[in-house]
T-cell receptor, first 111, second 112 residues
């Protein structure tokens, strides 16, 4: 079945360092979404990417969708303690309604 | 306006009992998802509703799980004869205009 792998599983960074998480799908996606889940909280929508090669920025966050629409990345520049949480990607295959979530990357930021 | 709400927030039950979990989506959202999240894990798709119908229920783990939606709004997820492996956080999400999913706070289910 369709799988979405996400790496790394965990990342500890010093405040001010950059952070990147990668998402890889076994199938071509029609779109990919990114969510952030704070400890003890629920996932919160960050962004959706639809086009091949698309790059979107939100302040210190940069999101990319691969040319083949099978992979994606989230890069955070100069991390802050407020960036702590687990980041999930969620991919949708064309013709389906089912979003497959990646395994998540848990980010810890050390002050 | 109000976000997605879920009830109860916590449910402790004995093995073999039935439980019913409720989701109140954002008003006007026609698409609704149920997911399950085990401790420290990702989200596992359970079922998708468009209005009152469920075009994709492929994620329901067994026939002990069922879900319905009435009036295009409230949805309930029912688990019959609960097992310990059913223990997890059950999350509901309603979908906005641009396909963004708005999640509720979840129901933490513990089966003893």
């Amino acid at each position: 079945g369709q799988q979405v792998m996400q790496i790394p599983q965990y990342q500890h960074v010093q405040e001010g360092e950059d952070f990147t998480t990668y998402c890889n799908s076994s199938t071509t996606l029609s779109n990919i979404q990114w969510y952030k889940q704070r400890p003890g909280g629920h996932p919160v929508f960050l962004i959706q990417l639809v086009k091949s090669g698309e790059v979107k920025k939100q302040k210190r966050l940069t999101f990319q969708f691969g040319e083949a629409k099978k992979n994606s990345s989230l890069h955070i520049t100069a991390t802050q303690t407020t960036d702590v949480g687990t980041y999930f990607c969620a991919g949708l295959t064309s013709g389906t309604y089912k979003y497959i979530f990646g395994t998540g990357t848990r980010l810890k930021v050390l002050a | 306006g109000a976000g997605v709400s879920q009830s109860p927030s916590n449910k402790v039950t004995e093995k073999g009992k039935d439980v019913e979990l409720r989701c109140d989506p954002i008003s006007g959202h026609t698409a609704l998802y149920w997911y399950r999240q085990s401790l420290g894990q990702g989200l596992e798709f359970l079922i998708y509703f468009q209005g009152n119908s469920a075009p994709d229920k492929s994620g329901l783990p067994s026939d002990r799980f069922s879900a319905e939606r009435t009036g295009g709004s409230v949805s309930t997820l029912t688990i019959q004869r609960t097992q310990q492996e059913d223990s997890a956080v059950y999350l509901c999400a309603s979908m906005g205009t641009y396909n963004e999913q708005f999640f509720g706070p979840g129901t933490r289910l513990t089966v003893l």
